[in-house]
């Protein structure tokens, strides 16, 4: 009997809504496909938690998580009484780099049901994904402030790369497109402009593609990679982008497939020596937290995405099925695909399609 | 008599395509507006130049190019024998230092004729600007590479903002803000991942903002802030951001009003103690250079914009509505705009309509 440990953590704002619905469509997946998921709540990485206990997570997190098969994630933040670099930092940023979840995966797929803001793309033409370093880069710690207060006043945070941090995010990619139809990668960069890190990111991309010689592959500036997002999206296979590069690439992309509450994401740790972590794209909100109205697919298809990454293929391929089915129903979406349903009716009725 | 000054320089690639429509369109505009240009070339930044003198200009650039009124200059970058960083730092990334034009303005406006790739946006609908700092931040020269060649490898880029350099240009964007029937600014940040430098740009930015009462403004994270752009670009009126995240903002915003092929940009010296410089926001663009199949409006809109910068109000409002009319018509727009002129007549077309 296959049994599956999931640390369950909603976090903030409409985490907390979408969260129970998310885990709704995983026990109705674990029934019909006959395995099972022990759920272990926490309530930390929370701004909540933090209110009562001055910091975002307990000192002794990592054994309270233990060695979950995987963790589901809701969304972190609520700025109105913890600033965000407090927040994401104390959870979700620890996570990632204590986790050495160092790929961050995430699609760009236009669903049926889900109109895209671009003219005259159709469900299918839109479909790829992208793979951002998640552990180093431009998120770093280093750096510091002086003359604090001052007209001298200067602030620098330093950008990292390692040759080790780096080579092991381009070999990713480059087997994740060595396994799709079109063979296709595109690299991130901005040596032009960004000219010690890029340069060097550029180099290891070149050295990588050498031992992929099936993979055709190309790379675009940031900024014009931006526009073309927007004006040839379905140029797109598989995507790889530094830290920064890939936190912008992957809610831009979504949102050329309509709205970023449908997008999943997975912080992977591919080596299997720490848990990996989903979690919908989206943020926690809180301009329509507490209303019930937020859009839950972002947390279902994470849910698809985990069970995939814990090799419940059949069940992943049929959340994805009941996701497509409800979507293309007016009457089950939520108001941000200009529907009616609130959270908890469109996770039942996805729930239900399976 | 109004007389100007302008160093010319085409640069290369299709810089050298779209310079003379630019030089043609301003000499018409001079005529008919009572006002005389005297046009200085300079072959220097470019890469043919670097192909003979092994570097990217004169050591003496600044005497050669003496006290112009402004800079007019087309595009450079050659890759196949330039790296793109040798290039750009040694010319362009330059100009933009060593003159301080700490402001780069472009507007992202859907112009008639110009098909959006977003659905449903009608010309008029998207009209903003975009205000990037222009000399510090992540476009820094202080970093290194250690290690370099082996498995340790490790390379380390600083982002340096200070008070002085992020408050002008504050400032710069609160005054257009406060000019705009609609007072409306918008923050560029990442405050909650880039824990060192963003926090303290918010931090100016609402300083900034006390004086600034008329002034609605808000900030969004880069991530959600690209997305917005695609999702809602009528939402915006005065966009500002650190020099990395104007540039990506700069080549998205004009993508999303049909093609970067029209928009043109601004390095500018608000202070006027140095020539401010002008020049369309593409680049050189090698997969189409040598065939006279160019856009040359970029080229064109930042005469108007140069103009404008000048004083020749009038003159920079003719030569918009002329780029309108010609843009309208189909038999008169290059390739990107589904059009079959080249670049010459699209070009001799604006001067005619002036
Ligand atoms: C060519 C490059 C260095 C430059 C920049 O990044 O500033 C360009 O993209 C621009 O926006 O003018
Ligand atoms: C919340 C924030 C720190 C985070 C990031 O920038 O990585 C988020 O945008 C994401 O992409 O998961």
Redesign the pocket.
Known sequence: NRRYTIAVIPGDGIGKEVMPEGVRVLERAAALYGFTVEQRWHDFASCDYYARHGRMMPEDWKEQIGSPDAIFFGAV?WPETVPDHIS?WGS??QFRREYDQYVNLRPARLLPGVPSPLAGREPGSIDFWIVRENTEGEYSSVGGHMFAGTEREVVIQETVMTRFGVDRVLRYAFDLANRRPNRHLTSATKSNGIAITMPFWDQRVEAMAANYTDVRWDKYHIDILTAQFVLNPDRFDVVVASNLFG?IL??LGPACTGTIGVAP?GSINPDGTHPSLFEP?H?SAPDIAGKGIANPVGQIWSAAMMLEHLGETEAAKAIMAAIETVLKDPGLRTADLKGKAGTEECGKAIAEAL
């Open positions: 933040g994401l979700l940023l936190d992957s809610d994401s794209v943020g």
